[in-house]
């Protein structure tokens, strides 16, 4: 087949800020179905996103040190013919377009391109539609040009959201979900958090050259505060948004141990990431009555997990929910030491943390901590499961179309 025939025009539609859809250019048959036809001599729309590079320089440098990116608005200006059409005149068309249409509102453009999906741009007037009337126009002809005028405060090009959750069984503490960003721009996740439970994300920078800023974090973690029984709270990696919002508490966010830092490079194909449950969800509170000054480590609480879940899945989900919760303090109790002995083992030296914590965390300590965690219901574990996250893949591109 050739390269010709492969070939198929993009689909460009509008939606109103009234909610009206207008096929605008549609090589179904459907282009201009409303009355109104995407004419030629469009500007900014089907181009990249607009951008200024940032640089600065001291009196006695040569050249210049570049500093970072700015993308600005975006300013899209494109023509459309309006028609009578056999059952409704031009001067209500034209009516309806401009209804569908504001100042202080954002419709949508949609561009859908037959080879990869459909991309949206909001945007809103940003000066006055301008009518062209000639002699052979308007109401003597039932038609007429318009030359739209529109600005888009967010330059870049949106997808649908692609989301992957992931479900607490009580017996699996460790998991994991596949992120992708086929997209040219950096993609931060979102995560939604459904308690009760106090998960660990993964913060990986995905920088595999060694000496580049990043390296020492391809493996980051982070340790999110627990999220109570029926409580929600969703994380945004983004380091320019408030980065975790539980509904009910405000100023969640100070409660991270530490913030989130990385967004899924562009181009990043199909990668799994690890999550985690923290077996000790309350830990930090335990760190305070002691007035013990050290932050426990990822690294050790991760192991822990992944413990409880070599030592649990065997017995399955139906044995794990009809326990106790002195039944599964048994098995975290058992699953710290084992992490120390590995934490000993792999590091060379079992710090004096690690001392601490076995004589703080005694079967009945961890029980209680449980009960507290983990549900309402004094000694039941089966409140536990049911908790999860989904992680949410917000794709964004420079322009309408491409880039594969």
């Not at 090589?27 to 607009?50: I, Y």
């Not at 320089?57 to 023509?79: H, L, Y």
């Not at 993609?187 to 994300?201: D, E, H, Q, T, Y």
């Not at 590091?347 to 943390?353: C, I, K, L, S």
């Amino acid at each position: 087949m050739s390269v010709r025939a492969l070939r198929k025009d993009l689909i460009i539609r509008y939606v109103g800020v009234d909610g009206s859809i207008w096929h605008l250019s549609d090589q179904r048959n459907q282009g201009g179905a409303e009355g109104v036809w995407l004419d030629q001599s469009q500007a900014g729309l089907l181009t990249d996103a607009p951008v200024s590079t940032v640089w600065d320089s001291t009196a006695n440098q040569i050249g210049g040190t570049f500093r970072g990116v700015s993308f600005d608005a975006r300013d899209v200006s494109f023509p459309v013919m309006i028609l009578d059409r056999p059952d409704e005149r031009w001067g209500s068309i034209d009516s309806r377009w401009r209804k569908a249409w504001s100042y202080r509102e954002d419709g949508e453009i949609e561009v859908e391109d037959p080879f990869g999906g459909v991309r949206r741009l909001k945007v809103r007037l940003s000066a006055t539609p301008e009518q062209d009337f000639s002699e052979s126009s308007g109401q003597r002809r039932g038609a007429s040009r318009i030359l739209m005028h529109c600005r888009a405060q967010d330059p870049l090009w949106s997808e649908t959201t692609v989301t992957e959750p992931w479900r607490f069984d009580g017996v699996h503490w460790t998991g994991s979900v596949t992120v992708t960003n086929p997209t040219d721009m950096d993609m931060w996740l979102k995560w939604a958090v459904a308690g009760p439970a106090s998960f660990i994300l993964p913060d990986f920078s995905f920088e595999e050259r060694e000496g580049w800023p990043g390296y020492e974090d391809r493996g980051r973690r982070v340790i999110l505060p627990h999220v109570r029984y029926q409580e929600a709270a969703v994380v945004d990696s983004d380091p320019t948004a408030e980065q975790l919002i539980i509904l009910g508490r405000p100023n969640a966010w100070m409660l991270l141990e530490k913030p989130l830092l990385y967004p899924v490079p562009a181009y990043t194909p199909p990668t799994e990431i690890p999550i985690a449950v923290n077996p000790l969800p309350l830990l930090p509170d335990l760190w305070h009555t002691l007035n013990i000054p050290w932050d426990m480590p990822v690294d050790f609480l991760v192991k822990v997990a992944e413990t409880l879940t070599s030592v649990l899945s065997p017995l399955g989900t139906d044995t794990i929910l009809s326990w106790t919760a002195d039944d599964i303090a048994v098995k975290i109790r058992e699953a710290i030491v084992s992490a120390a002995d590995w934490w000993g083992d792999h590091f060379g030296v079992v710090g004096e943390w690690v001392e601490t914590l076995l004589n703080a965390l005694s079967q009945s300590k961890i029980a209680e901590l449980i009960a507290d965690a983990w549900g309402t219901a004094w000694g039941s574990v089966a409140n536990m499961a049911g908790s999860g996250l989904q992680v949410r893949m917000e794709r964004r591109w420079t322009r309408a179309y491409g880039l594969d």
